[in-house]
């Protein structure tokens, strides 16, 4: 117990200190993304170059990213049941409102590009100096968000790096737009067409991905099913009372309340720990992971017991045992609902016996298994995987073991 309370708290002091890099990385991204805004702009500007100017409107793109970035991360830190449902929404409503900008402003560079009378570009060494500086801070930014990302797993980071490496591809097209017009052969408007592609191309992805949470889309349906399956291989789990999975933007954030078949929060934890971790390396967009582990008090008790035969007596034995009495008891009186004697499906296997035995039991949904010797190791520890108790039997027979939930819930009561 000491010990697993000890790697719970490093675990989290590493996830703390996992989040505070991410929030670092993405605070950095702002920085960076907002200097080179304003030295576009400005080589933009005095250039008169259209390659140019449609690198600053890719600039403004990656600056509210940035932004829409950091601040999903801060919104995303607070993870109670009171989840900033409206919250989060302001940064998908950025995205759809970039987007549009990135529109209008690639339609509007586009006319003028066309525009008569216009004026020639102008191309000096510092333009293309500041052309270079772009292209190596969006590198190198785009290398540090890449490898932090990587190492501390977050999608988030991963998908920012990456798109800066596409920022540099089009603002490197902007530099041979600018060296050729510079040497006197003119391809800014060329230049400047590709490079709004791109931009166009990203603004359409943001559109798309802010749309989709603004109109309140679930996750895919394949995703959903995802997360479903790996609730329900759960064995601690009794009823998934509450899920909720939302995409925002390129973050999904996923919220259950579970009901489990343990008032043991030591081990409700570790099973929380345990499906968080799963989730996450099926599902690596998943950038948080928020569950509600309610113990379970329970008015039904399944009592498994294994018997040397359908007459009820106990059989020393638990994967040797011939037939297994199964029942439902209720615990305020230890009234025995329902019982029956089903055979043991895995009595000829030749190996590991005990632990289909156990397994077989688990997936019949038991709460306790009464034996009369203590279980082996191997079922012992599926079984207490799986929350369910185990006691010695203090009678010979099934009837009279039932009848002791009776007594036993009695002097409870009293
Ligand atoms: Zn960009």
């Known amino acids: 117990m000491l010990i697993s ?15 505070r890099i991410v929030r670092r990385v993405a605070l950095w991204g702002i920085v960076v993304s907002v200097a080179l805004l304003a030295l576009t702009v400005v080589i933009a500007a005095v250039s008169h170059s259209f390659a140019l100017t449609a690198v600053a409107v890719d600039c ?12 999903g991360l801060r919104l995303s830190e607070r993870k109670t049941a009171a989840f900033p449902y409206g919250l989060y929404k302001i940064e998908n409503v950025l995205q759809v409102a970039i987007a549009v900008l990135i529109f209008i402003a690639s339609y509007e560079i586009a006319r003028q590009a066309f525009a008569t009378g216009r004026q020639a570009p102008s191309i000096g060494g510092l333009i293309i100096a500041g052309v270079v500086v772009t292209i190596v801070a969006t590198w190198a930014y785009g290398w540090y968000a890449m490898r932090w990302g990587k190492r501390v797993s977050s999608p988030a980071l991963m998908a920012d790096g990456k798109h800066r490496q596409t920022d540099v591809l089009s603002t490197s097209l902007a530099l041979v737009a600018v060296v050729s017009t510079a040497a006197g052969f003119d391809i800014d408007r060329v230049g400047a067409f590709v490079i709004l592609g791109f931009a166009v191309y990203s603004g359409w992805g943001l559109l798309v991905s802010g749309m989709k949470v603004l109109l309140d889309a679930s996750v895919d349906a394949k995703t959903l099913a995802q997360i479903e399956r790996i609730l329900a291989s759960e064995a601690l789990i009794e009823q998934v009372d509450a899920l909720a999975v939302r995409s925002s933007g390129r973050y999904v954030f996923l919220e259950a309340t579970l009901r489990l078949r343990t008032d043991n929060l030591a081990k409700a934890h570790v099973a929380g720990e345990r499906l968080e971790e799963q989730i996450r390396s099926t599902l690596p967009a998943v950038e948080r992971v928020s569950l ?34 199964l029942a439902e008891v209720r615990t305020a009186d230890g009234q025995a609902l329902r019982q029956e004697i089903v055979e043991n ?23 306790v298994l009464i034996t009369v010797r203590a279980v082996n190791k191997g079922p012992s520890y599926v079984l207490r995987e799986a929350g369910v108790e185990m006691r010695l039997a203090r009678t010979a027979r099934l009837a009279d073991e039932l009848a002791l939930f009776a007594h036993d819930g009695h002097t409870d009561g009293s």
């Open 5 to 19: 309370a000890a790697t719970d708290a490093y675990q989290n002091s590493d996830r703390t200190a996992a989040n």
């Open 60 to 71: 403004i793109v990656d600056v509210v990213a940035a932004l829409v970035l950091w601040l």
């Open 292 to 325: 509600r582990l309610e113990p379970s008090h329970r008015d039904v008790l399944h009592v498994a017991v294994p018997l040397a035969s359908a007459e009820g007596e106990i059989s020393s034995e638990f994967g040797e045992a011939p037939v297994f009495g």
């Open 345 to 367: 499906p895995h009595r000829g296997v030749e190996k590991q016996k005990g632990i289909l035995v156990a397994e077989w039991l688990v997936g019949q949904g038991i709460d």
